[in-house]
């Protein structure tokens, strides 16, 4: 189990508006390359109650991608969609800039899921060849993060934990109106009940945000295997202490110590600074 990337991949950004003082006492303003290691660990497990595993991640260090998808279904038709997504993924080129990465990831996301509605639909099925997906990229000091459905991105940075995704599912618009408290929502009889998913629906609607990225932050990707047993607070305390690569054999094993009711996937991914150069 466990796939890991843990030696260090350059991230070079001009930067210009976050120029040091140095830099700014030089006749001719030079630009800011800051330079980020990024290190990064997947791994999955069936668990101990599913026969099959309908997860599937992809960690691809050398452009900045990671993804965790989870199948939707049964009868084969959910492994199938989460592969279907994480192997698109694999074979996406790296591009010139992040918007234009960003385009393509959209796209190859919608290509999916015209796939596999149009299977199920062709095949008559009644119930849909679909998957939860949710990607990280980084580009430079910016990240975006892309899904539908109910896996979930988080950020450590200073010791604050984040959720970044916001579930695509019944308990996430009930806890929206203020129905349900977020501890009542984790135990909700409709938790699994999502309300988006690649291969769902014709058109597909993306959730999209970005940010920029810091030197220190600890990023998460993960199926709900894991948050339905692990709270926050373990999960961000993993982060804090551990490298990518320790900390995603530690989150499956936490969950596999309880019992692991569902399939399980996480990819973890650490920015580190190597040296501020100039040129
Ligand atoms: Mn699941």
New binding site residues.
């Given amino acids: 189990m466990g796939v890991s990337n843990v030696s260090a991949g350059l991230v070079c950004d001009h930067d210009q508006t976050a120029a040091e003082p140095e830099v700014e006492t030089t006749i001719r303003r030079r630009r800011v390359i800051r330079l980020m290691a990024l290190e990064s660990a997947a791994s999955t497990h069936p668990g101990f109650v599913r026969a099959i595993n ?2 599937a991640v992809l960690d691809r260090r050398e452009i900045g991608l990671w993804a965790v998808a ?1 199948g939707v279904g049964g009868a084969h038709a959910g492994d199938r969609a989460s592969q279907a997504i994480v192997d698109s993924l694999a074979e996406l080129p790296a591009a010139a800039s992040g918007p234009e990465m960003l385009q393509q990831l959209q796209r190859t996301l919608e290509q999916v899921n015209g796939r596999l509605y149009g299977e199920a639909l062709a095949a008559g099925s009644e119930r849909p060849i679909a998957s939860t997906v949710v990607c990280l990229l980084i580009q430079g000091d910016r990240f975006f993060c892309l899904w539908a459905g109910d896996s979930r991105l988080y950020r450590l940075r200073d010791r604050r934990f984040e959720q970044i995704s916001r579930d695509h599912s019944e308990v996430q618009s009930l806890l929206d109106y203020g129905l349900i408290t977020a501890d009542e929502a984790r135990r909700h009889p409709r938790a ?1 009940a999502i309300t988006r998913a690649i291969g769902a629906q014709q058109e597909l609607a993306l959730d999209c945000i970005m940010g920029d990225v810091e030197p220190g932050d600890h990023f998460l990707l993960c ?3 894991l948050t339905k047993v692990v709270d926050d607070a373990e999960i961000a305390l993993v982060l804090e202490e551990c490298t990518p690569a320790a900390a995603a054999d530690r989150l499956i094993g936490m969950t596999l110590e309880r019992g692991a009711p ?2 399980v996937s996480v990819a973890t991914v650490a920015t580190v600074a190597t040296s501020r150069a100039s040129c």
């Fill in positions: 309908e997860d989870d699994n199926s709900d295997g569902d399939n």
